[in-house]
């Protein structure tokens, strides 16, 4: 098997699964330091009805095409992939037999940086799209409610060397966001990769 355990979250109207250790300790925090270094961090602003506010994180958006991601009233123009990001990138690909043309990387400084309830549904990733998210650094509580029926709810803790992987009608029903936390917790990266065509 090329990784252990993947656990379905078995969400309705929706398909993810959590594979914890998709890479090993060792590989996870060496990327994360890596990471941490040779990506081109950004904090934006971000337009929420009609008031301004820097985004509470740091972002970078990377491709293999020159297509731009566009959220939150935010342009983001790609960097091109390279060293540990395309690494990283190729295994993905390998292991989950998928092409991927880009990557949203976020990073959570401490407890108070976080990513408010949204869907990643623009329409440059298509119907349904596949999503895969990798985590490094301190782990993070990770937050999912169904769109239209208030009961359904799902809380996980995602891992360093973890992929959460969401596809199918996932970001059509579902909406995700990570909190703020007052623990006492040091930084965290996430990088989604996605398809944008
Ligand atoms: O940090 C995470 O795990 C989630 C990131 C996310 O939802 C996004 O970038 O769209
Ligand atoms: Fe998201």
């Given at each position: 098997?090329?990784?252990?355990?993947?656990?379905?979250?078995?969400?309705?109207?929706?398909?993810?699964?959590?594979?914890?250790?998709?890479?090993?300790?060792?590989?996870?925090?060496?990327?994360?330091?890596?990471l941490l270094q040779s990506i081109n961090w950004q904090q934006d602003n971000i337009t929420v009805f009609g008031k301004t506010y820097l985004q509470p994180r740091l972002t970078a958006f990377y491709a293999d095409n020159s297509k731009n991601y566009k959220y939150s009233n935010i342009t983001m123009k790609p960097h091109h992939f390279s060293g540990d990001l395309l690494k990283?990138?190729?295994?993905?690909?390998?292991?989950?037999?998928?092409?991927?043309?880009?990557?949203?990387?976020?990073?959570?400084?401490?407890?108070?940086?976080?990513?408010?309830?949204?869907?990643d549904d623009e329409k440059e990733l298509g119907i349904n799209p596949i999503i895969a998210s990798i985590s490094f650094g301190e782990k993070r509580v990770f937050h999912f409610k169904h769109r239209y029926n208030k009961e359904l709810k799902k809380k996980l803790?995602?891992?360093?060397?973890?992929?959460?992987?969401?596809?199918?009608?996932?970001?059509?029903?579902?909406?995700?966001?990570?909190?703020?936390?007052?623990?006492?917790?040091?930084?965290?990266?996430?990088l989604t990769f996605r398809i944008i065509k």
């Open positions: 098997m090329l990784f252990s355990n993947p656990i379905n979250l078995e969400m309705k109207d929706g398909n993810v699964v959590y594979y914890p250790n998709f890479f090993n300790k060792n590989q996870a925090d060496i990327f994360f330091e890596n990283i990138k190729t295994n993905i690909e390998t292991k989950l037999d998928i092409k991927f043309t880009s990557c949203l990387a976020n990073l959570y400084r401490d407890g108070n940086d976080s990513n408010g309830w949204h869907a803790v995602l891992d360093p060397g973890s992929l959460l992987l969401m596809k199918g009608a996932t970001q059509e029903n579902w909406l995700h966001q990570i909190p703020k936390t007052k623990k006492q917790i040091g930084e965290r990266i996430n």
